[in-house]
């Protein structure tokens, strides 16, 4: 099957390209983004680089996405292209062009050529504040109350996947990922601090925050969502049209910690300040279930131990230094 990865140089695109290049039964994979992948992302793709292509191109432009989709013959495509809080409320017209509008081009140009399967990222968003469901875990089936401009866009597109699915007979899965981190991970401020606190002590400096890392968050690798991903879209169709994906409540500190285990001298220093997320742009949920992901695909995400050391060996691998070993 050929790919289509839209919005493939971000940090879970540039992931879910490398994962899917290592699977033999995938034949090519296309990223499409404004940006090209990283160089140290690239010297990754090139064990399988006859099987990839990087296309630049804009998701708000559907003639874009429709000329990549012809050029290449594409089977199946992932739209992991948005722009993130922070950003949307610095430029809300570029967000609705992209996260909005992108995400029906994706669809619509998906349509046209004849594409039946489309996986796609929403959001963890869209549940709204913990504290709405108390100390439990937020389910799939729980009633959706995005408060955010980002959240919103994230439910508009599943309600308009479910309309293409009815209408057209397409085949649809959303992820509801939570605070992705990675190395390269930018914004929010949240997600930089979650990639950050591996990435700089991995290359041997020191890692200085003005929050006091104490917060509670679910996190997911980039890694553990792009191999999610992979599952996803070499199926037809999924039991179900959207799943969590997650780990356990999770602090800064507790990375740190991680961080330390692997490389004991480093330097990592917490402020004062709190960070509450369920009072930043109308909060997100910290406990999230994965039952139905587990029960659907045996599938779990990384132990914290693991994201981490591969995390610091793509910050190490850019830098130019070698590996650690677990």
């Known amino acids: 099957m050929n790919i289509l990865v839209i919005g493939g140089s971000g940090l879970f695109g540039g992931k879910t390209v490398l994962h899917l290049l290592q699977d033999q039964e995938i034949f090519h994979v296309v ?9 140290w992302l690239v010297d990754l793709y090139n064990n399988n ?13 559907i003639e874009d996405i429709l000329n990549t989709m012809r050029s290449f013959s594409i089977d199946r495509v992932i739209n992991l292209a948005f722009i993130l809080p922070g950003d949307v409320e ?31 990222a929403s959001s963890e968003g869209v549940y709204g504040p913990q ?25 508009l597109s599943e309600i308009l996947a479910a309309q293409y699915a ?5 085949n649809f899965t959303a992820l509801r990922p939570p605070i992705g981190y990675g190395h390269g991970g930018q914004k929010p401020n949240v997600i930089k601090w979650f990639s ?33 991903i992979k599952i996803l879209i070499k199926i037809p169709s999924s039991p179900h049209t959207v799943y969590n994906i997650g780990g356990p409540p999770t602090t800064l500190r507790d990375v740190a910690e991680v961080v330390r285990h692997y490389i004991p001298n480093a330097v990592i220093e917490f402020g004062s300040q709190s960070l509450s997320l369920d009072s930043a742009r109308g909060g997100i949920p910290y406990m999230l279930s994965t039952d139905r992901v587990k029960n659907d695909f045996n599938f779990s995400c ?4 693991a994201a981490v050391l ?8 850019e830098a130019g230094l070698k590996p650690l070993q677990d």
């Not at 009815?166 to 397409?170: I, L």
Request: charged share 25%.
């Open 31 to 39: 990223s499409m983004d404004v940006v090209p992948p990283k160089k």
């Open 49 to 61: 680089a006859d099987k990839f292509d990087f296309i630049y191109g804009d998701v708000s432009q």
């Open 90 to 120: 610095a430029n809300p017209r570029l967000s609705v062009k992209v996260n909005q509008l992108g995400m029906s081009n994706v669809f619509e140009a998906a349509r046209l050529m004849d594409i039946s399967r489309v996986v796609y």
């Open 131 to 155: 504290y709405e469901y108390g100390e439990r875990e937020v389910t799939e089936d729980d009633v959706l109350h995005p408060q955010s401009a980002y959240a919103i866009a994230k439910q």
């Open 166 to 170: 009815e209408k057209y007979k397409m």
């Open 196 to 228: 950050d606190i591996v990435s700089i002590p991995a290359i041997g400096k020191p890692y200085v925050i003005e929050v006091d890392g104490k917060s509670l968050h679910s996190l997911a690798s980039a890694d553990d969502v792009a191999a999610l």
């Open 302 to 305: 990384m132990t914290l131990q």
């Open 310 to 317: 591969i995390h610091i060996n793509d910050a190490r691998r």
